[in-house]
């Protein structure tokens, strides 16, 4: 039987201990969904950028000089993020970035909630008939912020740091 201490201890062989399958699997998991997400999130966003502008302007949060900006930066910034995320590539900084970056999309949304704001997201689609966004978008983007949250917590919390978790294929 294996002490406390002995238990999610790196093996010799470099793999995890048998109890921390599950978060690493998660861990995986997590990550790839969130790439996935922030890859197809940018797409629409960088083909239709004066849509997106639109979309950024009728949330009316930011002062129209950091529109345009913002419309053109956040769907490269998101591929980036996603394509970092996919390939496990600068994973702290993209776990802060991510985190980041939905807890100002969920703070939009639930601004905009309660303002009563009937405006479309602009999250994965810069068409208006994508729909407005309501309590559904928002439970939705939570889910997502939960996900990132996971991810950078299991990167920058004390014993759950490490190759262990982080080591790409690539690297082995």
């Not at 997106?52 to 769907?75: E, G, M, R, W």
């Not at 591929?79 to 807890?103: D, K, M, Q, R």
């Not at 068409?127 to 990167?155: H, K, M, N, Q």
Request: hydrophobic share 50%; net charge neutral; charged share 15%.
């Amino acid at each position: 039987m294996k002490s406390d201490a002995d238990r999610g201890k790196i093996t010799t062989t470099g793999s995890i201990a048998p109890f921390c399958t599950w978060p690493r699997w998660l861990f995986h998991l997590s990550r790839l969904l969130l790439g996935v997400v922030f890859i197809y999130a940018s797409y629409d966003k960088i083909l239709h950028p004066q849509a997106f502008a639109l979309a950024v302007y009728n949330y009316q949060l930011l002062p129209d000089a950091f529109i345009n900006i913002t419309a053109l930066l956040l769907p490269w910034l998101e591929l980036l993020l996603g394509l970092c995320l996919l390939f496990s590539i600068w994973l702290p900084g993209a776990a802060v970035t991510g985190t980041g970056l939905l807890f100002v999309f969920l703070g939009a949304l639930i601004v905009n909630q309660i303002r009563g704001l009937d405006i479309h997201c602009g999250c994965f689609s810069t068409e208006v008939t994508e729909g407005p966004a309501g309590w559904g978008t928002v439970l939705r983007d939570i889910g997502f912020f939960i996900a990132s949250l996971y991810l950078l917590l299991s990167l920058f919390l004390p014993g759950r740091r490490g190759e262990n978790i982080t080591r790409s294929k690539f690297e082995e």
